[in-house]
């Protein structure tokens, strides 16, 4: 059965070129040779034509020659296995594209889905107190999972430093991966003037502390103390009358003591006891 678009074409065709045979045959030559006496050979597209008559189109030739020819083609619809170019405008965008911060600046502050500032990305942004990552934010001492600070930080006279005391009794290591997280170190008190303004913070923040201790950044290395700034301690007083143990390598203050004095420890890195502590890290 002949294909309707197909004796359309072929019809229109032979009005044009006067053909006389059935379906098309003899119209293909090589040369004026293969053409009847009233017709040339078309050199470009191979067809017998009369001279001065239209020309045939690769996709009459292409119907002519039985090849089926999508009318979606002829009317500009994209071929299998092309794809069409499209200009920025009219471009569809890809849905992975689109993500939640797509059409922020660079140095804007990561935001969720709905655009609200992200609590737990590490960056302190919007109405945030603190923030450290989520992985540890919700059981944090110093940071809750909402970004706000379980006890409220303070800075020195100078308003150079600032210090936090977690409500929290952690071992040597944990106080210090802690402090850590928060960018800071366990406090240096180098002078006595500083423990005397300390003492009168930490009464004022903290209303009971059964052992009456403090982890502080002080630590034996190299056989001499010093403090978690690099400093050398000097004008320790220490709790008891022979002094630290030998073995030692940390110390706690005791605060509460008569004389403010200093415990020693075991291992800093595997000291067992829990007790409060103080960080400190710079003002910005």
């Not at 540890?136 to 940071?143: E, K, L, P, Q």
């Not at 809750?144 to 409500?167: A, K, M």
């Not at 301690?233 to 073995?247: D, F, K, Q, S, Y």
């Amino acid at each position: 059965m002949v294909n309707p678009m197909m004796m359309r074409l072929w019809i229109g065709l032979c009005l044009l070129s006067a053909c006389t045979t059935e379906y098309g045959q003899d119209l293909r030559c090589g040369s004026d040779d293969d053409c009847t006496a009233d017709r040339i050979c078309e050199p470009i597209q191979g067809y017998c034509v009369r001279p001065g008559a239209a020309q045939p189109t690769d996709t009459d030739a292409a119907a002519m020659d039985g090849t089926v020819v999508d009318e979606g083609l002829m009317d500009g619809a994209v071929a299998d296995g092309e794809r069409p170019t499209l200009d920025a405008e009219s471009a569809p965008l890809d849905a992975a594209q689109l993500t939640p911060d797509a059409a922020q600046p660079p140095d804007a502050a990561p935001m969720d889905m709905a655009g609200a500032l992200m609590c737990g990305n590490g960056i302190v942004d919007g109405d945030e107190e603190c923030d450290i990552p989520l992985q540890g934010n919700a059981r944090h001492d110093i940071c809750l999972d909402d970004c706000t600070y379980t006890t409220p930080p303070f800075r020195d006279r100078n308003n150079r430093t600032e210090f936090i005391v977690p409500d929290r009794d952690r071992n040597r290591g944990n106080a210090v991966q802690a402090c850590a997280d928060w960018d800071a170190t366990l406090v240096s008190l180098g002078s006595l003037d500083q423990r005397a303004w300390f003492l009168d913070e930490l009464n004022a923040r903290i209303a009971n502390n059964d052992n009456g201790a403090v982890w502080v950044g002080l630590e034996r290395i190299d056989d001499n103390w010093q403090w978690s700034d690099g400093n050398h301690a000097r004008g320790l007083i220490w709790c008891t009358a022979e002094g630290p143990a030998i073995n030692h390598t940390c110390a706690a203050w005791n605060w509460r003591a008569d004389d403010a004095c200093f415990v020693s420890y075991g291992s800093c890195s595997n000291s067992g006891s829990n007790l409060r502590y103080i960080c400190q890290r710079p003002v910005d």
